[in-house]
């Protein structure tokens, strides 16, 4: 079991061995959890180069 991750832990609850000794990777449900599998990124695309219309991205809504 050395060096080895949890698996099925537990939400808030810390598996055998007490805070810092159970596994190598994030607690289950910890706030750093999501973004160890993934990578954030901006993506952005030219519209009227794909034909869009570009009215619909200037839509305000009227009151």
Same mark, same amino acid.
């Given at each position: 079991?050395?060096?080895?991750?949890?698996?099925?832990?537990?939400?808030?609850?810390?598996? =055998?061995?007490? +805070?810092?000794?159970?596994?190598?990777?994030?607690? /289950?449900? #910890?706030? @750093?959890?999501?973004?160890? =599998?993934?990578? +954030?990124?901006?993506?952005?695309?030219?519209?009227? /180069?794909? #034909?869009? @219309?570009?009215?619909l991205l200037n839509l305000q809504s009227e009151e």
């Open positions: 079991y050395i060096n080895r991750d949890m698996v099925g832990a537990v939400v808030g609850v810390q598996p =055998f061995g007490g +805070e810092g000794l159970s596994g190598t990777g994030c607690k /289950a449900g #910890g706030p @750093n959890y999501l973004s160890q =599998f993934v990578n +954030e990124q901006v993506v952005s695309k030219n519209t009227v /180069a794909f #034909g869009g @219309n570009t009215e």
